[in-house]
């Protein structure tokens, strides 16, 4: 019996597209573009690939940053834009690594409880009466962890505060491109520019080998950005980034997209049906996207415990209480991440899953 | 009449093997480690690349890291290895960035002279009686900014202080396979690997737009060092680290090492002729290899109104002050990067500098 693994939230080994990849990466070095590649860049990162992006956003070159990844934005925020002792409001639960992130560079955070559709805003208006956040940090579409998308009210509501209080958002949307059913909603960024910092990445969408991430939005704090950036690494790793712009410029993005798609959205049919099949009394998120589903299991159980009696059946996860500010919040949460399993692995899983709650 | 640089140690254009680079990253995404290159990896690093350095090192896997340029350990370094409030000790001059980043986290740094033959012995011991250091910096061969080289029987009495005082020796030897005279030292790692953690880079080798650099040492800080980076971007950029260990498989490394000091020896020499003749009273180090020259100006005069009178000339500098932790010693410091021009320009920019000194 192999073990079923709901870690990480990881792409699917067979959705790479190594073969264009291949010929991206061979073009790029033998194109216009090698030299430029090859030296050293600004900390803005590798100009052909920002000046796709700026075009794609209609935004200017000076409103686009791209670097290693963009979990390595939070790291750069953390010594830049934000400061020790500046406070960041984030989702609660949210993603772990940004929790780390800002707490390494002795950022407030200030955690605001989350709902199916989104933050809740009794909570988020009543916190701002006491804090001045510099950011609030949001997932809007099919969060990590927990698979919620928030609504377009909330998002006009939270635009709003963000004006009145004068707090900048940083919109981190990685997923949003993967959407297995349902329509687009505007993002955060679509209603304010001038205050949303949209972060995303080409991990999820063509690999993690490439570690591109970008972010789009107000000049000043990209300049900041740019600037901790440049005196952390000089320039970015330009080949991943001129073999993206390749990538892009060739249109080979959006067919990536729609075979991604087709390829996720059965598994995430797969693990709604699994769990309203064996664990009809759960209660859970049903995403209509990205890469996780979230189950917040019954009074008086815990995901530690189910972790420990997950080994008897073979079925790894990850502790809920990471995602939450105040850990003892996630007690009971758990996450499923479903992109790198099959819909036969998923049905398994949740049968053992079953067994052990 | 063009602007002469003597700004940025860049290498020179004409010195990356695009075709080979072109080759190896195709050959890369079409062959045997095409997933690993493209999935999720640990802080350590791309695993085949760690296993060839591991090899030329005579270490483990557990020894070698590999992440985003050698730069990127530094800024790793001060939220790992060292804390706020630790002191590290360095060459002065030394490094400019390697200054910023110590200090954007709150490391203590005790700047140590340094001569033509390396750092000041008497003055390191004497520091050591009222300071602890956690980690010494050093860049032993070819040192930026100054081109110094730090002669064996220092190397000797560093490494026993080290063992001493109990401290660990930081070496950057990204310059030290580019040795354009004279014979290799033994480097400090190979004195003492039990405490010498070395830091090296393809940048100057290879290019800048791979983004490779890596660190070889003790297991315990390499293992804080690797957590550090997972924690702040999950796995670095895999495709320029398997180009490279594809370059390096294929047996490419060492010619290439071979064309580069074919191309700057001449231009090492053009520039201490050039000096000789046009500034014959000028005090300078004699590199024997590296990317770096460095003059100190006559009593009286300053880099900064050098920089002024430089305009009218066509003609540019770094402000020395930069290199110095404390900077008005660096008043008179003048960093000639000699590697990205030609002899002819080389010659010429010498000539100009002359004639405003």
Redesign the interface.
């Known amino acids: 019996m192999n073990t079923i693994h709901f870690t ?1 939230g ?1 792409p699917a ?1 067979e959705s ?1 597209p ?2 264009q ?3 991206c ?2 073009a ?3 194109g216009p573009n ?2 430029e ?4 860049g600004t900390g803005f990162g590798f100009t052909p690939l920002r000046e796709i992006l700026a075009a794609q956003n209609n935004v200017k070159l000076e409103n686009v940053i791209v670097g ?2 963009s ?2 934005f939070i ?1 750069l925020m953390g ?1 830049s834009v934000l400061q020790a002792g500046d406070t960041v409001f984030v989702e609660s639960p949210t993603y772990d ?1 940004v929790l ?2 800002f707490r ?1 560079h002795g950022i407030k955070v200030v955690s605001i409880p989350l709902e199916p559709d989104g933050i809740n805003l009794e909570a988020l208006t009543k916190a701002l009466e006491s804090h001045k956040p510099k950011i609030v940090y949001l997932i809007a579409d099919f969060q990590n962890p927990s698979g919620a998308t928030m609504s377009l009210t909330k998002r006009q509501a939270v635009v709003e505060l963000a004006a009145k209080h004068d707090f900048l958002i940083l919109e981190d949307a990685p997923y949003r491109p993967l959407r297995y059913r349902g329509t687009q909603i505007a993002s955060l960024f679509d209603l304010d520019p001038e205050r949303v910092m949209q972060m995303s990445s080409y991990t999820k969408q063509i ?5 591109v991430g970008s972010l789009v939005g107000p000049a000043r704090p990209l300049a900041q950005l740019a600037k901790a950036a440049n ?10 980034q ?2 993206v712009a390749e990538f892009l410029q060739r249109g080979l993005l959006e067919p990536q997209l729609e075979s991604l798609r087709n390829l996720y959205r059965p598994r995430l049919e797969a693990v709604i049906a699994a769990l309203e099949t064996h664990l009809p009394n759960a209660r859970f998120i049903k995403p209509d996207g990205g890469f996780f589903l979230s189950v917040t299991l019954p009074e008086g159980s815990s995901v530690s415990s189910l972790m420990e009696r997950g080994k008897d059946v073979n079925l790894t996860f990850t502790d809920g209480r990471g995602f939450f500010p105040v850990a003892s919040d996630g007690e009971r949460f758990l996450r499923l991440p479903f992109c790198a399993l099959t819909p036969e692995e998923l049905s398994e899983g949740i049968k053992r899953l079953s067994s052990i709650v």
């Open positions: 990480r990881i080994d790479y190594l073969e990849l291949a010929s990466a061979e790029v070095m033998r090698a030299l590649t090859m030296k050293y290693n990844g979990l390595g790291d010594v690594r780390t992130l390494r690999s993690p080998g490439v570690r005196d952390t690494y000089i320039s970015a790793a330009f080949l991943g001129a073999t």
